[in-house]
């Protein structure tokens, strides 16, 4: 949520630093949380390779594992995970 | 300062090139062509050392001003009619990202039917697009104007875009004896190139028309409504100065015989100037009519109308647009909105005139007075002067 009052913002909305879009926690836009069970990751990396947000992480010994920061919760890391490693749990905020 | 005969659309490049502007992008469209013909003209054989951007469409040029007004660029672009219609989207890109263009706006009816020739129901449909909207009455105001409006949009604490309306064909096609003032004195009035706030450029990345959260998006539009509305004090202060440099007053309001007027008409543009001859013949009559010329449209001079019609009795407002389904025409249902229990003991009638390039004659003025006694200005039942019923 921003703050800022209405005197307090850049002429046309203008952003003038770059990189500020992480500072936009997308996370709480989330349904469902994706929970990667460990045992039947092969580290393979697709879900790394297929989440739209970077929000698929490398973990401890090469494992996979997803940044809640950000994700969104959309599930294309469990459609696509060859092992079915991931399972969408719903959130309850 | 050396008066010329040129044609009033050539005056206007002759001010975009005393601007010293960087970019002109435009499509042709009649009755604008000639503004950005010449331009073209005087880019291509060097006078002015700027790009001139050929584009598709109205849609395009507007585009093309926006981007190069984002990276510092003084820009020019010239329309009517459809051809604002399709701008239309861009238009209020232009104003919600704070860019100082400037526009010529030469106006003409919409069709359907097609239509050339003019009216206002073009820029009143553009009504609430946040930018600066002046009315020019004649070629010197035109003139004139191409210059404040530079002047006025990149002033720092302004930073709009700006729109000189002139007629179609009635102003734009006519030779009229316009002073056009040397280079040295438009650099003095105009200062240094364009100094945007914030320019996009690499060494300094930044971003224009990023996403507007709901929780934002409120805190936004009121900030460019309060700038539109600031607006208006640099306004005055650029006319004033304006006036010392080149002798040449302008005001929210022109006025002509108004001041101890109980009969008042309000109108904008060209036919202001046709007017003041039926405001005469009413004064041999003994009449007691005045004139008010509304010069700035938007933002809208709320104090200065309220004191040009404080001791009238009477107030005539004449539109050149329809509002389908609505009050008879946009300059009276604002007029009459903005005066509602200002004063009590004044009567606001509407009429519309000068559609599609009929002609707006003295006789018209002097028959909506006349109607004044008897029209009713019901909803539905617009006053039309020189409609065959």
């Not at chain 2, 598709?56 to 459809?82: K, L």
């Not at chain 2, 100065?241 to 109108?267: C, H, N, V, W």
């Not at chain 2, 700035?296 to 050149?320: M, T």
Request: glycine residues 8%; charged residues 25%.
């Amino acid at each position: 949520m921003a703050n800022e009052k209405w005197h307090e913002i850049n002429p046309g909305a203008i952003i003038d630093r770059p990189g500020s879009s992480k500072e936009n926690k997308t996370g709480n836009w989330r349904t469902f949380r994706p929970v990667t069970d460990k045992k039947k990751c092969i580290k393979c990396a697709i879900c790394w390779l297929f989440c739209p947000d970077n929000s698929r992480i490398m973990v401890e010994n090469g494992y996979f594992d997803v940044n809640l920061t950000y994700c969104k919760g959309c599930g294309i890391c469990a459609e696509e995970c060859p092992t079915d490693a991931i399972e969408m749990v719903m959130e309850e905020w | 300062m050396p008066v010329k005969a040129i044609e009033v659309s050539f005056a206007i490049s002759e001010a975009v090139k005393l601007a010293d502007v960087d970019v002109v992008s435009a499509y042709p469209i009649t009755p604008q062509t000639h503004i950005v013909e010449r331009l073209s003209s005087i880019i291509a054989n060097g006078e002015l050392d700027a790009e001139f951007i050929l584009v598709e469409s109205e849609h395009t040029a507007m585009s093309a001003c926006i981007g190069a007004a984002a990276v510092g660029a003084r820009t020019f672009t010239s329309t009517s009619s459809q051809g604002l219609a399709l701008m239309s989207e861009m238009l209020y890109i232009a104003s919600g990202l704070r860019l100082p263009i400037v526009m010529a706006v030469a106006n003409r009816a919409l069709s359907a039917p097609i239509n050339i020739w003019n009216d206002h129901s073009d820029i009143m449909a553009q009504r609430d697009c946040g930018w600066i909207q002046l009315f020019a009455e004649n070629g010197q105001e035109t003139f004139d104007m191409i210059l404040q409006a530079y002047r006025i949009g990149e002033d720092k604490r302004v930073h709009l875009p700006v729109c000189v309306n002139l007629d179609g064909f009635i102003l734009t096609h006519v030779t009229e004896p316009i002073g056009i003032p040397e280079e040295s004195e438009v650099r003095k009035f105009l200062g240094k190139k364009f100094e945007p706030l914030l320019r996009l450029h690499p060494d300094n990345p930044i971003t224009m028309g990023p996403v507007g959260h709901p929780d934002i998006y409120t805190e936004v539009k009121k900030a460019q409504e309060m700038a539109l509305f600031g607006s208006k004090k640099v306004i005055l202060e650029v006319w004033d100065e304006f006036e010392k440099i080149f002798g040449r007053k302008y005001s929210p309001i022109k006025k002509y015989l108004a001041d101890d007027a109980e009969i008042l008409f309000l109108m904008m543009g060209g036919i202001a100037e046709t007017a003041t001859i039926a405001i005469e013949e009413l004064r041999n009559k003994g009449i007691k009519a005045g004139l008010l010329s509304l010069k700035l449209w938007r933002p809208f001079p709320f104090e200065e109308l309220f004191s040009s019609v404080k001791n009238a009795k009477i107030l005539i407002v004449i539109d050149r647009a329809i509002s389908f389904g609505g009050p008879p025409g946009p300059l009276y249902s604002e007029v009459r909105s903005a005066l509602y229990g200002k004063n009590g003991n004044l009567q606001i009638y509407g009429f519309i005139m000068g559609l599609g390039g009929r002609d707006v004659k003295v006789e018209n003025f002097l028959e909506a007075y006349e109607r004044t006694r008897r029209c009713s200005q019901e909803p539905g039942k617009a006053e039309i002067i020189g409609l065959r019923e």
